[in-house]
C-alpha cells in the first residue's frame, strides 16, 4: 500500500490511494509511476526494494523501520490534527483514508487496519524529512 500527494505551502494533498495484495512485479509498474516513492522496510523488505530497484528501475528510496507504526506516524499525526493533511473532497479514498485514521488506536491488538497510518507516515516523511535535532536547553550541551 501507498499514498501518493504533493506539498504546498506547508501542506500535503493526498492524490491517491494504491492497495492490492500482489506480487512486486504488478508493484513496480505503479512505483515507477511515482516521482520519488518512499517506504519504510524492515526485514524482508529490503530485498524486495533492492529487487525493484535492480530489476525494474524503481527509484525507491528507503528508511529502515525501526520503531512501531504508532512512533513513526507521530509527526503525520500531529500534522492531521493541525489541518495540514488534505483529502480530495468526495473522492471515494477519502472515506477510507478518514475511516482508517480517526479509528488509530496505537495498539496492534485493537486496530484491525493501519497500513494507511504507516503509508500516511511515509508520505509525510517522503515530502518532509526528518526534523532537524534541535536541543531543548542548547547551552546545556557540550
Not at 71 to 82: D, E, L, V
Not at 96 to 115: A, K, M, N, P, W
Amino acid at each position: 500500500m501507498f499514498l501518493t500527494g504533493r506539498l504546498h505551502a506547508g501542506i500535503i494533498y493526498i492524490t491517491d490511494l494504491y492497495r492490492a495484495q500482489s506480487e512486486a512485479t504488478v508493484w513496480a509498474k505503479h512505483l515507477k509511476a511515482v516521482p520519488a516513492p518512499f517506504a519504510f522496510i524492515g526485514g524482508q523488505e529490503s530485498g524486495i526494494a533492492d529487487f525493484l530497484r535492480q530489476d525494474y528501475g524503481v527509484r525507491l528510496r528507503t528508511e529502515r523501520a525501526v520503531s512501531d507504526k504508532l512512533a513513526r506516524a507521530q509527526r503525520a499525526i500531529a500534522a492531521w490534527n493541525r489541518g495540514e493533511i488534505r483529502l480530495p473532497q468526495g473522492a471515494p479514498i477519502t472515506t477510507e483514508i478518514e475511516g482508517e485514521v480517526l479509528s488509530f488506536t496505537g495498539d496492534s491488538r485493537l486496530d484491525e487496519h493501519d497500513d494507511i497510518i504507516d503509508a500516511l507516515a511515509g508520505l509525510h516523511h517522503a515530502l518532509l524529512g526528518a526534523p532537524a535535532f534541535e536541543p531543548l536547553d542548547p547551552l546545556g550541551w557540550n
